[in-house]
């Protein structure tokens, strides 16, 4: 094959194929007498392989690293790790078709995308008009976002449908227009801390939820009284959260000395 050929074999273009001969990423093959390249099924299997792991979101770099892991393979065991990438893929997309379909017959809210976990967290709350609530929905899912939380998620799942927890969130609203020296700011921090389980404060990186970047901007997003109850709230999860990891740790010392 010459390179226009496997090119539009590939689905790539001529300048795209030699720009990976330019750069190391593809052997130069060999030329003809007339100085046409002559590309073989081997090059073409690398080719697509490049094709695919770009697609897949890899680097050039990452791909060369992929490639020289591949190099003592042969043909066959290629085209059967080929197959078997496409054979993920289509598994990958019969998934996501399915959580599309069901997205579809449901209300579009803007929880469309998210976990399954976190769908089934917050299609187990009660319906509310909280405006306190509302702003741990939209905490959730930037939480999800960024790197998921399936354990935080299930251990919030008993809570989903406490009465408290709507009467937490009532008594956090009531708080909107109210000075940062309310007196209701103490106990209300001291009942929403309370109430966090064990199971999300292990959920929770040893040192804490930190109080700055994104600790500050979530306290922007609330009034002034609002903003102190969460603050106290994150240094009393903080302070449980460093008790337990020492006591766990003290615990395994223990167990080390016997």
Do not use: C
Request: charged letters at 30%; a negative charge.
């Amino acid at each position: 094959m010459r390179i226009g050929e496997i090119a539009a074999l590939v689905g790539v273009t001529p300048r795209t194929v030699r720009h990976y001969h330019h750069i190391g990423l593809l052997a130069e093959p060999a030329r003809r007498a007339n100085g046409y390249r002559a590309y073989g099924v081997r090059d073409a299997v690398l080719l697509a392989r490049v094709r695919r792991l770009t697609e897949l979101g890899l680097g050039l770099d990452e791909v060369r690293e992929v490639l020289a892991g591949d190099a003592g393979l042969d043909l066959g065991d290629v085209l059967r790790e080929l197959d078997a990438d496409l054979a993920r893929q289509e598994r990958e997309i019969r998934e996501r078709r399915k959580r599309l379909a069901g997205l579809m017959d449901g209300p579009l809210d803007g929880t469309e995308s998210v976990s399954p976990a976190l769908a089934e967290l917050l299609a187990a709350a009660p319906a509310t008009g909280s405006p306190a609530a509302a702003k741990d929905r939209e905490h959730l899912l930037l939480l999800d976002t960024i790197s998921g939380g399936s354990e935080i998620y299930a251990a919030l799942r008993p809570l989903a449908g406490d009465p408290a927890v709507l009467a937490l969130y009532e008594q956090l609203d009531a708080l909107a227009t109210a000075p940062p020296d309310d007196p209701r700011i103490g106990p209300l921090a001291d009942r929403m801390a309370a109430l966090a389980p064990d199971e999300v404060l292990d959920a929770i990186p040893a040192d804490g939820p930190a109080m700055t970047g994104f600790g500050e901007a979530l306290l922007a997003d609330y009034t002034p009284a609002q903003a102190e109850v969460v603050r106290r709230v994150m240094v009393a999860l903080t302070v449980r959260s460093r008790s337990r990891s020492e006591g766990r740790d003290g615990k395994k010392k223990g167990k080390g000395a016997r």
